[in-house]
């Protein structure tokens, strides 16, 4: 099959998947937006199907109308190039277009691909695998940001009728010593990857060793009964004013019962908080201070990617937080035009997370992968495993 029909296969997969994610989600739900940071339901929709009837059916296809003038204006995400847009803080106030109508604008591009990604030359593919990459990340925010929504509401609504099983008692924590000296780090090789996870370069790797798992709800209760979040000399200077100023106290997502036990909203609704999960929701302050209270460190993004590359065990549960800054690699280099916005702008400010979450659709994790938040967010799936110095 050439390569624009495998393509073909996967954007009806992806494209798919998303829709299935909204199912049993009222237009109320889809519309909602419960802080800056979030985008709806309605917004992520549209957003992703926007990108692929701006950088390649209007681009790249003749005769191409836009299914509504307006849109571009309305589901533009940060993309300065492609002009103004509808402030990101009042998304939640689109309550027109309605939801079918989100449906339809996605069935037109849709179709138009279908007929239309035959004769793409091999750098509009290109730009069709990003587009996917890209639906996969609002996949996963589409995630973050229901249940954020849900959180916010008194009733507490399930996301999912599913079950949450609770996670197997994953026993004391093993330290894992790293590879040392000069060592590789980055995408190489003809598989996609975002361009901030390239070039391929040399790190300098110092005596170290990391753990082979994830820190545990049952171990962050430790730091919490501690009193971890009243102890200003285990925070960084501006996680203790973010902490002081926001009143933190426990987890994102965690509240205590009538009987005081501690319970946590997730995606299945309210349950009592499992001691054996991987502790989520955390801020990098927090996992910063977490990690000074045990004695340890955050891994390097470096280590972090070196130790998974050799087989580093990987829960799959959490984003896990590394104590190194988002920016660019030695020789890194934006694309041209638009898409060039993608990543390198966000290089300030931010720190870089490695693995994977529950929210992270299949398929869309890898070693050089390089998420990354500001240190002050933790409505992601966001937790944390440790590394010292030996």
């Given at each position: 099959?050439?390569?624009?029909?495998?393509?073909?296969?996967?954007?009806?997969?992806?494209?798919?998947?998303?829709?299935?994610?909204?199912?049993?989600?009222?237009?109320?739900?889809?519309?909602?937006?419960?802080?800056?940071?979030?985008?709806?339901?309605?917004?992520?929709?549209?957003?992703?199907?926007?990108?692929?009837?701006?950088?390649?059916?209007?681009?790249?296809?003749?005769?191409?109308?836009?299914?509504?003038?307006?849109?571009?204006?309305?589901?533009?995400?940060?993309?300065?190039?492609?002009?103004?847009?509808?402030?990101?803080?009042?998304?939640?106030?689109?309550?027109?277009?309605?939801?079918?109508?989100?449906?339809?604008?996605?069935?037109?591009?849709?179709?138009?691909?279908?007929?239309?990604?035959?004769?793409?030359?091999?750098?509009?593919?290109?730009?069709?695998?990003?587009?996917?990459?890209?639906?996969?990340?609002?996949?996963?925010?589409?995630?973050?940001?229901?249940?954020?929504?849900?959180?916010?509401?008194?009733?507490?609504?399930?996301?999912?009728?599913?079950?949450?099983?609770?996670?197997?008692?994953?026993?004391?924590?093993?330290?894992?010593?790293?590879?040392?000296?000069?060592?590789?780090?980055?995408?190489?090789?003809?598989?996609f990857a975002f361009d901030c996870e390239g070039p391929r370069h040399d790190?300098?790797?110092?005596?170290?060793?990391?753990?082979?798992?994830?820190?545990?709800?049952?171990?962050?209760?430790?730091?919490?009964?501690?009193?971890?979040?009243?102890?200003?000399?285990?925070?960084?200077?501006?996680?203790?004013?973010?902490?002081?100023?926001?009143?933190?106290?426990?987890?994102?997502?965690?509240?205590?019962?009538?009987?005081?036990?501690?319970?946590?909203?997730?995606?299945?609704?309210?349950?009592?908080?499992?001691?054996s999960a991987p502790v989520k929701h955390v801020s990098h302050y927090e996992?910063?201070?977490?990690?000074?209270?045990?004695?340890?460190?955050?891994?390097?993004?470096?280590?972090?990617?070196?130790?998974?590359?050799?087989?580093?065990?990987?829960?799959?549960?959490?984003?896990?937080?590394?104590?190194?800054?988002?920016?660019?690699?030695?020789?890194?280099?934006p694309a041209d035009g638009a898409v060039g916005e993608y990543n390198g702008?966000?290089?300030?400010?931010?720190?870089?997370?490695?693995?994977?979450?529950?929210?992270?659709?299949?398929?869309?994790?890898?070693?050089?992968?390089?998420?990354?938040?500001?240190?002050?967010?933790?409505?992601?799936?966001?937790?944390?495993?440790?590394?010292?110095?030996?």
């Open positions: 099959m050439p390569r624009s029909g495998e393509l073909l296969e996967r954007f009806r997969q992806v494209r798919t998947h998303s829709l299935r994610l909204a199912e049993g989600l009222s237009d109320a739900d889809a519309t909602a937006q419960s802080m800056d940071d979030a985008s709806p339901t309605k917004w992520h929709l549209a957003h992703i199907s926007w990108f692929f009837e701006t950088f390649l059916l209007r681009d790249h296809v003749p005769g191409y109308r836009l299914f509504d003038e307006a849109f571009p204006y309305l589901f533009n995400s940060y993309y300065e190039a492609e002009g103004a847009r509808h402030a990101r803080p009042e998304r939640g106030l689109l309550t027109r277009p309605s939801i079918d109508q989100v449906l339809a604008y996605r069935s037109h591009v849709d179709g138009a691909m279908a007929e239309a990604m035959a004769g793409f030359p091999e750098e509009l593919l290109d730009l069709v695998e990003l587009g996917l990459n890209h639906e996969q990340q609002h996949q996963e925010l589409l995630l973050t940001d229901i249940l954020h929504l849900f959180s916010r509401n008194p009733l507490k609504p399930a996301y999912s009728a599913k079950p949450t099983a609770r996670a197997a008692d994953p026993g004391p924590v093993q330290w894992i010593e790293g590879r040392t000296g000069i060592q590789q780090i980055g995408h190489d090789g003809p598989a790190v300098l790797l110092n005596p170290h060793a990391i753990a082979n798992r994830p820190v545990t709800n049952g171990e962050w209760l430790g730091f919490l009964e501690d009193g971890g979040y009243r102890d200003a000399r285990l925070w960084l200077s501006d996680g203790w004013a973010w902490v002081q100023a926001e009143a933190i106290e426990a987890p994102l997502y965690w509240s205590r019962t009538s009987d005081q036990r501690w319970s946590e909203f997730g995606l299945s609704g309210t349950l009592d908080v499992d001691p996992a910063d201070a977490f990690a000074t209270w045990a004695g340890a460190r955050l891994p390097t993004e470096a280590e972090w990617e070196v130790a998974a590359s050799d087989g580093l065990p990987n829960s799959g549960a959490v984003w896990e937080w590394t104590g190194s800054a988002y920016l660019p690699y030695p020789g890194f280099a702008k966000f290089m300030s400010g931010q720190a870089v997370l490695k693995g994977g979450s529950i929210a992270t659709p299949p398929g869309h994790v890898r070693t050089s992968y390089r998420n990354f938040f500001y240190p002050h967010q933790r409505w992601q799936f966001c937790g944390l495993r440790l590394a010292k110095n030996i």
